[in-house]
């Protein structure tokens, strides 16, 4: 894996960012998909997934003619352990709430049920791998 000002450049391009989002969300996909979603060019989507696959964070295995590129989700975990290591959220790792954030908020309750909602999201991420894991048992 990179070093951490390395792994901050590579994550610090917000079509990189979306490729990974749209892996993660839509699962393995091509570079003529990628860049239909991206509304990029195809090279430019290659350019982008070499440097992703040289960090470890996407990886691609041939099918024939199509080249599917996927998360690498270990990767991503050891990128969230880095961006917590210097997060200055206040939550130290805890996913407790943010209480600097909090206190600082003119609308508490306001930030308080966008948090909700940011949860309630992931928690309906987590439902849907739950049934698709059940489903291929």
Known sequence: MLDQAEMFKVLGVENRIRIIELLKSKGPLGVNELSEALEITPSAVSQHLKILRHAGLVRNERKGYWIPYTVNEEALEQCQTLLSKVCSCGC??????????????????????????????????????????????
């Open 92 to 137: 130290k790792e805890t996913g407790k709430i943010r209480e600097g954030e909090l206190a600082a908020a003119e609308d508490k309750l306001a930030l308080l049920k966008s948090w909700e909602k940011e949860l309630q999201q992931q928690l309906q991420e987590v439902r849907c791998r739950m049934e698709e894991l059940a489903e291929k048992k």
